[in-house]
């Protein structure tokens, strides 16, 4: 498949580890878009097809990305080449609290984005759902327009749910009345240390299906169950970006593996150079994961997607259907 990006001709290929006997379609429920993919692979699975065109994006399409900034084509490019590699479904998280301060102009990327996805969407079979991003340590007011403008995308059913970002002492829970009666799905993710009565409140929000928290959870783990929450881990980001685990001690494969909800996710390619792939085999290098617990993960992301029950029920059709 050839596709260009600000005139530069781009091939892709099919490839990617679902061509391998036995193994699931994968599904990210995370891309942060601003980065691209790449790395880490284990001596036994270099040989994987997909490693040549990771190696093409980190050198050619990167590069256009930064110079260029189109995101629309951007993302029509990743869409296209995350089809390709037999990823079903992919949500594509924008962070844009603070791009509300030009609503007219950012309501018309945002159009262009819609439309450009829905269009390759169309021509590749390609799932795909959009996922703002808002910072709750943002000015009360920048958040508040953040989230009337998410709300106006969900009324168009462009988009079905956000990610809440909680930084420092930020607190989701001085928001829980407009967000129970916003009718959206909630992703949370805490990027610091939080008390586990405020923690409590914060998922009891309606609405909220993962989170994501690089903490030993064991003192809510039942309770995320009760509340059919999944636990969201990209691992090569969460090692990178936290001091609290080394991949010794990380402690999200053992509760997968004690039958809690974990959905795993690309994360941000941008800071890591990861993708959804190379996240799971860094899991099945690094913890024996099986191709039936890769599979029971892509069920577990497919349950917790952010779209509709139509498109829910093609994932899960398509995940029966796999060889």
């Not at 998280?93 to 829905?118: G, P, R």
Request: glycine share 6%.
């Amino acid at each position: 498949m050839k596709l260009s990006l600000n005139g530069h001709k781009i091939s892709l290929r099919e490839g990617g580890i679902s061509k391998r006997p036995g193994w699931p379609y994968l599904i990210d429920c995370g891309m942060h878009v601003e980065g691209i993919l790449g790395g880490f692979i284990s001596d036994e699975d270099r040989r994987i097809d997909s490693c040549r065109d990771l190696n093409l994006f980190k050198k050619k399409i990167f590069p256009l990305m930064i110079k260029e900034g189109d995101l629309p084509a951007l993302l029509t490019l990743l869409l296209s080449y995350q089809t390709l590699h037999h990823i079903i479904y992919t949500e594509f998280i924008i962070n844009f609290t603070n791009a509300v301060n030009s609503l007219k102009e950012f309501d018309e990327v945002m159009s262009s984005v819609y439309y450009s996805l829905k269009e390759s969407s169309e021509n590749t079979g390609g799932l795909f759902s959009i996922v703002p991003e808002l910072d709750t340590s943002v000015e009360e007011t920048v958040f508040m327009k953040a989230l009337e403008y998410s709300c106006s995308l969900h009324q168009k059913n462009w988009i079905k749910g956000i990610c809440l970002v909680r930084r420092g002492e930020s607190s989701i829970g001085s928001y829980y009345k407009k967000l129970s009666e916003t009718g959206l799905f909630l992703a949370l993710d805490f990027t610091t240390k939080i008390e586990k009565s405020r923690l409590l409140d914060e998922i009891s929000i309606p609405g909220v299906r993962r989170i994501h928290y690089i903490a030993r959870l064991e003192d809510i783990l039942n309770e995320l169950r009760k509340k059919k929450i999944a636990v969201q881990i990209s691992p090569t980001a969460d090692l990178a970006f936290y001091s609290n685990f080394s991949l010794v001690d990380y402690p999200f494969v053992d509760y997968f593996r004690k039958g809690y909800k974990t959905v795993v996710s690309s994360g941000y390619p941008e800071l890591t150079s990861s993708s959804i792939e190379n996240e799971l085999v860094m899991l099945k290098s690094s913890f024996g994961l099986s191709v039936e617990e890769i599979s029971a993960l892509s069920e577990f992301s497919a349950e917790s997607a952010f779209c509709d029950d139509v498109t829910k029920e093609i994932i899960f059709e398509k995940l029966r259907k796999k060889d």
